[in-house]
């Protein structure tokens, strides 16, 4: 689903009028999505990941490898995790997906001297303590059903054009037919 999904986040940054680029690269390393726009104050600039998921099993963030060999447990494992164990691999996941130089050198590269605003959007969490640790740790949380929301009640006059703006069109034709209709 990650595609469909980076899809329909990048047409609602799109019709909120940034100019995005999808899997920015730098060596073996991809961000999802990052967004420019200009503003009064300057250059708005956001680097977003993207992960979603409508009945989850396990973590968003996996064990560290040396987790995984110390506890014996799956990197995935679904097992309770401890608040220092969890700390631990959230932490080791915001690196990987924000933090890392590689990550800072592509969007430097993407964009030179910008301050990037790092978010993640999510779809259901099995683990609420993951999304409030991840919050403490300096990135923004966004919710997959409030883009959806914001794509099904767009405005017509809304930017469109991008991957995602055929499926949030019928998106939003299956809440207006529900809402105008009241049936399916």
Not at 140 to 160: E, G, Q, R, V
Request: with cysteine.
């Amino acid at each position: 689903m990650s595609l469909l999904s980076e899809s329909l986040v990048e047409e609602w940054l799109n019709r909120a009028g940034y100019f995005t680029i999808r899997g920015v690269r730098y060596g073996v390393n991809e961000i999802d999505l990052l967004a420019v726009r200009h503003t009064a104050q300057g250059i708005e600039a956001r680097h977003i990941e993207v992960q979603i998921s409508i009945n989850p099993i396990s973590y968003i963030s996996p064990l560290t490898k040396e987790q995984s060999k110390t506890l014996g447990k799956n990197r995935t494992s679904s097992w309770t995790r401890p608040s220092n164990i969890l700390e631990e691999s959230i932490s080791a996941w915001l690196d990987k997906k924000f933090y890392s130089r590689s990550k800072e050198a592509a969007r430097e590269k993407a964009w030179p001297g910008l301050k990037w605003s790092l978010e993640f959007v999510h779809g259901e969490v099995r683990h609420q303590a993951e999304l409030e640790a991840i919050r403490a740790n300096g990135i923004n949380t966004i919710s997959f059903f409030t883009i959806l929301s914001s794509l099904c009640h767009d405005p017509a006059f809304a930017y469109k054009g991008g991957a995602g703006t055929d499926i949030a069109e019928m998106l939003s034709y299956y809440v207006w037919h529900k809402e105008s209709c009241g049936s399916d």
